[in-house]
Structure formats: C-alpha cells, structure tokens
T-cell receptor, first 115, second 114 residues
Framework: GNSVTQMEGPVTLSEEAFLTINCTYT??????LFWYVQYPGEGLQLLLK?????DKGSNKGFEATYRKETTSFHLEKGSVQVSDSAVYFC??????????????FGTGTLLAVQP | NAGVTQTPKFRVLKTGQSMTLLCAQD?????MYWYRQDPGMGLRLIHY???????AKGEVPDGYNVSRLKKQNFLLGLESAAPSQTSVYFC?????????????FGEGSRLTVL
C-alpha cells in the first residue's frame, strides 16, 4: 500500500543554518505530495504541496520538489529561524480526488532551532 | 476565525468508561476526519465523513464510533475506553476531499485512559 517515510528526528540546527528533511514515498497511481507543520500545542497546518512530477511547492521560505524518479519530496530551507521549530509531516494522497482518498502521513520530524 | 474547534482538550478516563469528543467547524466544509497521533506513528485516520449523515471507516476504526448529524459537527465516541486508546486526537475538515491537500486541523484533544 501507499506509504511515506521520513527521516527520524530530532533535527537540531543553529539559527541561519540550511535545513533538509528527507521524505520518500511508495504509491500507486499519481499521488499529490504535501508538507504539514505542527507548532507546539497546535494542530497541523498545510505548509506546501505539489500535485505532479517536477512541481515545486514553496511557502515561508520552505521548498520541496516532487521527484518521481527518486520518489522523494525533501523539504528544504536556506536559513532557518528559531520560529521554525516545530514538527514537520510529509504526506501523500493518491491523486484521483474524491472522498475515498485519504492523506497518509509520515511519522513526523521534530526540528529544533537554537539561537 | 474559529476554524475547527475540538472539545474537550484534555480528558482522563478509566478503562471501560465512555466518552464523546466533539468537533465543530464553521467553514461549511463537506469533509471531516478524525485522526489519532501517537509517538513514532504519525497520524492515522480513524473515521471520516463526506457529508452530513455519512460516515466511513479509516485505517484504525476499531473501538470508535462516529456520527455526523449536522454538517458542521463530527462526533467521535469511545464506548468502552481501553489504555490503547490513550492518544492525541485531531479533527480536520476540508472542502473538496483530501486530494486538494488542505485539511484544516483543530488543536487536538489529549485523552488518557488509565
């Protein structure tokens, strides 16, 4: 079945460091891919998405490119801030629309940014 | 902007007790979902609804029941709580189904079953 694999955390970085959080997926069909972020004490919120191969999603300085050849959707940011400290979830849906599709989430990666 | 509101936010139960979690959304969304979040396991879908009066099973439905009597509300019930149901529960809603990608989540309800 469909699945998402994320790098285990925690990831600890200093402010202004470069961030990469790896995400790979297994899916049949043509999934859409997403990154969600969960700040402490809050629910998840959509960070960015890509709906087809080679698409690049971007938001708040974060980017991720849908790589079908490597089945990956790695999250990157050039210069992290303390306020980026959160748990990041990679997710996919199978791309056919409709209510029977479900978002499948990875296990989440905790990012801690130190000043 | 209320968005998705979950009540209660915290609850402690004894094994065998029952309870209901309430989710309310004010965005007129058709689709609503209940997920549970456990350490090392990410989010897993319990049940979902594609509209008022409909419900369907997700990945881990056993031990839970749901109802969607009103479009804006989605209730998650535990008839006989077990320690394995200790978790953080998240409700979410979306306008066109998960393929659009944007689920709106509540802040979560932390349930402990002793």
């Amino acid at each position: 079945g469909n699945s998402v694999t994320q790098m285990e955390g925690p990831v600890t970085l200093s402010e202004e460091a470069f961030l990469t959080i790896n995400c790979t997926y297994t899916a049949t069909g043509y999934p859409s891919l997403f990154w969600y972020v969960q700040y402490p004490g809050e629910g998840l919120q959509l960070l960015l998405k890509a709906t087809k191969a080679d698409d690049k999603g971007s938001n708040k300085g974060f980017e991720a490119t849908y790589r079908k050849e490597t089945t990956s959707f790695h999250l990157e940011k050039g210069s992290v801030q303390v306020s980026d400290s959160a748990v990041y979830f990679c997710a996919l849906s199978d791309g056919y629309g409709g209510a029977t599709n479900k978002l499948i989430f990875g296990t989440g990666t905790l990012l801690a940014v130190q000043p | 902007n209320a968005g998705v509101t979950q009540t209660p936010k915290f609850r402690v139960l004894k094994t065998g007790q029952s309870m209901t979690l309430l989710c309310a959304q004010d965005m007129n969304h058709e689709y609503m979902y209940w997920y549970r979040q456990d350490p090392g396991m990410g989010l897993r879908l319990i049940h979902y609804s594609v509209g008022e009066g409909t419900t369907a099973k997700g990945e881990v439905p056993d031990g839970y029941n749901v109802s969607r009597l009103k479009k804006q509300n989605f209730l998650l019930g535990l008839e006989s709580a077990a320690p394995s149901q200790t978790s953080v529960y998240f409700c979410a809603s979306s306008s066109l189904g998960p393929n659009t990608g944007e689920l709106f989540f509540g802040e979560g309800s932390r349930l402990t079953v002793l």
